[in-house]
């Protein structure tokens, strides 16, 4: 079978070529590709042969682009048969989208298709009338991971309107459905349970505590604790459970929604539920603190600056916590610093075994979580 597929294509030339290119089924379009670029057929090719072929349409591009060889000696062919149709572009944005086909070779692009050519070519498919929502949501979260594809933020920015612009008709058309889901948390004079976790008819997971366990726990290390072991902000070993995990189960949208390979998925039913829960749960905790005159910066101060070092002998840390009047914009911008700077301090602890309050003064490295010591 092989020497008689080699036979053949050591046969083909300029003269047969169309003709048996036109008679090629779809079940053999990467094979008729592959074994071209195997048999080195490229070298008997003429350019004007091949861009008939290519421009006939009758084996989709993106075959072609799978065989290196051949993208090198018709680089210029295959750069204007891509700028020739704006669709195109979904092939470019392929290798940057996540699972859209596990087994498809690499795709490679010839030089001749510069990154100015492909942000055009990608305009191009932003404002024609076949742009896919898919693809225009991949754009506008595109973030660039190699000099292979550099997108600017004009263009992203269109992509991301006519995305929205898209979204918008199709639910005012009546052609999409919609789902709605909720999460509620209460503070219950009526439970024994320390929570009861529920579902009502409204489609809302219903968290309901028990508030004599916190009237009766005002000491800052059970308001503390409570976020580990009644509003599940990390699991039993202390890790955090904010991050959407891949392992967690999916729904239905999880599985058949296009996101780029480096997006961070937020848009997972299970994640956004949690992230719901989570927000609920420390708007009502923080208010409810309010009113027994605790403030849960106090909370925090206390654990780092008290809490560290009567437990472990971790002495020197400092956390700057926002006053009570500060606005909320500035309680965040406040707290993003202090985060920083504890993450720092905890770094020279580890490193150090203490905190030099003049070395970290002068430091000007931003941290970096990946970089953090442990013991």
Request: aromatic share 14%; glycine share 4%; with cysteine.
């Amino acid at each position: 079978m092989k020497k008689s597929a080699a036979r053949f294509f050591n046969s083909l030339d300029d003269a047969n070529f169309m003709c048996h290119y036109s008679k090629v089924e779809g079940a053999y379009f990467a094979d008729f590709w592959l074994l071209f670029e195997h048999c080195k057929v490229y070298n008997k090719i003429s350019l004007d042969t091949f861009s008939s072929a290519i421009s006939s349409a009758h084996i989709p591009l993106r075959y072609v682009l799978h065989n290196k060889n051949t993208v090198q000696k018709y680089g210029q062919t295959i750069a204007d048969a891509m700028m020739s149709n704006a669709d195109n572009a979904t092939i470019l944005l392929s290798p940057h989208i996540e699972n859209l086909r596990k087994d498809e070779p690499q795709l490679y692009f010839p030089s001749e298709l510069t990154l100015q050519l492909k942000e055009e070519l990608i305009c191009a498919y932003i404002n024609s009338d076949t742009a896919n929502m898919n693809f225009l949501k991949i754009v506008a979260q595109f973030k660039p991971t190699s000099n292979e594809l550099v997108l600017e933020d004009k263009t992203r920015l269109a992509a991301k309107r006519k995305y929205e612009a898209q979204n918008r008709a199709f639910f005012e058309n009546g052609e999409g459905a919609t789902y709605k889901h909720g999460v509620k948390v209460i503070f219950s004079e009526n439970q024994c349970e320390d929570y009861i976790l529920e579902h009502n008819e409204n489609n809302e997971m219903v968290w309901s505590y028990n508030i004599e366990w916190f009237r009766e726990n005002l000491d800052f290390p059970t308001l503390m604790n409570n976020f580990i072991y009644l509003f599940g902000y990390t699991d039993l070993a202390f890790r955090s459970n904010f991050p959407n995990k891949s392992n967690a189960p999916t729904g239905f949208y999880e599985i058949i929604q296009m996101r780029g390979k480096d997006y961070y998925n937020v848009e997972s039913m299970g994640y956004r539920v949690h992230k719901m829960m989570h927000d609920t749960q420390m708007s009502i905790y923080y208010q409810w603190l309010l009113q027994q005159n605790i403030r849960l910066e106090e909370i925090f101060k206390w654990f780092f600056e008290k809490y560290l070092l009567d437990e472990f002998g971790a002495s020197g840390f400092v956390a700057s916590m926002p006053s009570e009047n500060t606005t909320y914009l500035e309680k965040c911008k406040l707290l993003a610093s202090t985060m920083d700077g504890v993450l720092k301090q905890f770094s020279l602890f580890v490193k150090d075994g203490c905190i030099d309050r003049e070395l970290l003064e002068i430091s000007s490295k931003p941290c970096i979580f990946s970089d953090i010591p442990s013991f």
